[in-house]
């Protein structure tokens, strides 16, 4: 009998009931799908958001803030709260509190509702993750999880790629609402498939009535600590940059809170009898190993994610539909590659696997060093493609090889612990890649500019050349060469920010290439054995 499915002398800890449980996975990628797109949308249309709210670029990225924050406090203590409320009550409640958060952001009339609804919409997107991870671990034997995470990975991974591309196009055809609106009819569907063919195991509930029956006993240090740790760090993360990171005291005192408070976390929750996070799990080497290497893959996920339509939009004038549409390929290739990499998951040992799939990030990742000012649209579908092949051959022995030795009773906190992993990795990937464009694009701006003196021979030439043209164009000749001065410099700052671009392509890639051996230290899986 597989530690997945059984507990309490053999009995099912499968959510299928008897149904057939790839019909069960089918059911619980739904929302995920909706939260990930969500997510990805946003981002996108956060300009639009802006401008219709009468609110500054820098006030409306606490729409995305705000969200992330309540994601990532609710993630970690997910665990508990699905086994204190009932793993399909407490999933279900997410699903809830995510659609109806939806509904009420698109109806939001100004900035201050639009933040607060995106914090409640974090906190029912951030718990969906680890419950549907937890089901489909218990639903499935360790033989033939890879299989499972890879019909639940489309919908993880796939949905950040095609997010920007539907993003665009509503916003661009319709209205920013409508990014929101878009979530209600999934929410309501997953609510009523879940409702009607998932199961709350019996020994799940017998679990629950043992763990409650001398009242609830709650964490409330570590639920504190857990907050302040994660939340601050959200914080600092995503707003550091934007208030030049220590010279900021605001961003100073988040930082020093998330330290302090995760100093004072770690030893708390191993020594509590009863923790919201069981930190213990993280110095378990095969499930420490697993949350370290996904939280490199959520670095590279969700910075090249968001880095691409940046760059797109940026130093090539792309529309948001049309960044969106280059990264489609990408998403295709990883469509058709997850149901391949489940299935070589079964034959071949996840470390393996994770080698390759790092590997050939690093490499596509290097080859988008080769960033040329005329970059055509194939090459960066191109760039999508080649990256996308190597992230199915990582999510899903990773989130397999996490739960290799676990006992059953372990399944939800380690279904949030490497929610959070993912989480943290992102916004850590986010953060570090946003500071070294802005930063490096100033250096490359100044050793530009130095060779724009007036002595220069071809700073010269261009300034006669750039000049006629706008003489031709009806412009007086010194206004023409005001023209042209300004043309020179704008050629700079776009030549400046793409070679800061490459610059993060170049370490993000040597980083990679680094993390190949961690895959090393995860155990060779042994299906035909039982946890103890």
């Known amino acids: 009998m597989t530690d997945a499915a ?103 009339p100004n900035l201050e509702m639009l933040i607060l609804f995106r914090i409640l919409q974090g906190l029912g997107g951030g718990g969906m993750a680890p419950s549907e991870q937890s089901i489909l671990a218990d639903t499935f034997p360790p033989e033939k ?142 499930f420490g190993t697993a949350f370290l290497v996904m939280m490199a893959v959520g670095a590279v996920l969700f910075s090249t994610t968001q880095l691409m339509p940046q760059l797109q939009q940026t130093a090539f004038d792309y529309t948001a539909t049309l960044s969106g549409l280059s990264m489609m390929p990408g998403g295709i290739a990883m469509l058709m590659l997850m149901p391949i990499s489940g299935f070589v998951s079964g034959f071949v040992q996840p470390k393996y696997l994770i080698m390759m799939g790092m590997s050939v990030v690093a490499l596509a990742l290097w080859h988008m060093t080769a960033l040329a000012p005329d970059a055509t649209f194939s090459f960066f579908a191109f760039a999508r493609v080649f990256l996308m092949v190597g992230l199915p051959f990582l999510f899903i022995p990773i989130t397999t090889a996490a739960y290799l030795g676990l006992p059953p009773s372990k399944t939800n906190q380690a279904s949030a612990l490497i929610n959070v992993a993912r989480n943290i990795g992102g916004s850590i ?8 464009i802005a930063q490096n694009a100033q250096l490359h701006q100044s050793n530009l500019i130095a060779n724009t003196v007036q002595s220069s021979s071809t700073y010269q030439q261009t300034l006669r050349q750039v000049g006629g043209f706008f003489a031709a164009q009806g412009s007086p000749a010194v206004e023409a060469k005001a023209q042209a001065i300004g043309w020179v410099g704008q050629i700079i700052g776009r030549q400046a920010t793409l070679l800061a671009y490459v610059d993060v392509f170049r370490y993000s890639a040597i980083a990679t290439a680094l993390l190949v051996p961690l895959a090393l230290l995860l155990r060779s899986p042994k299906p035909s054995r039982s946890a103890k």
């Open 6 to 108: 059984l507990a309490h002398g053999g009995e099912s800890r499968s959510a299928a009931g008897g149904r057939n449980p790839w019909l069960i996975a089918i059911v619980v990628s739904i929302a995920t799908f909706m939260m990930v797109l969500d997510t990805s949308i946003a981002n996108v249309a956060l300009r639009h958001i802006a401008g219709s709210l009468a609110a500054g670029l820098d006030e409306s990225t606490w729409i995305i803030t705000t969200y992330l924050v309540a994601s990532s406090v609710i993630i970690p203590i997910s665990g508990w709260l699905a086994d204190v409320i009932g793993r399909k009550r407490y999933y279900m409640l997410c699903v809830a509190t995510f659609t109806g958060a939806s509904l009420l952001c698109g109806l939001a």
């Open 429 to 436: 990937g986010v953060s570090l890649t946003t500071t070294v």
């Open 145 to 286: 999880r890879s299989q499972a995470f890879a019909l639940y990975g489309i919908a993880v991974i796939v949905a950040p790629t095609v997010g920007p591309t539907i993003g665009g196009w509503l916003t661009d055809h319709f209205s920013w609402h409508w990014i929101f609106f878009i979530n209600v009819p999934f929410g309501i569907l997953s609510l009523a498939l879940v409702q009607w063919l998932v199961v709350e195991p019996a020994v799940l509930e017998r679990e629950r009535r043992e763990r409650l029956k001398d009242g609830l006993k709650v964490d409330w240090v570590g639920f504190i600590l857990v907050t302040l740790a994660l939340g601050c760090l959200e914080v600092f993360l995503d707003e550091g940059q934007r208030n030049d990171w220590f010279s900021s005291s605001f961003i100073t005192s988040f930082a020093v809170i998330s330290a302090i408070s995760l100093l004072i976390l770690i030893p708390w929750e191993l020594t509590h009898r009863d923790p919201i996070v069981d930190m213990r799990l993280l110095f378990m080497r095969q």
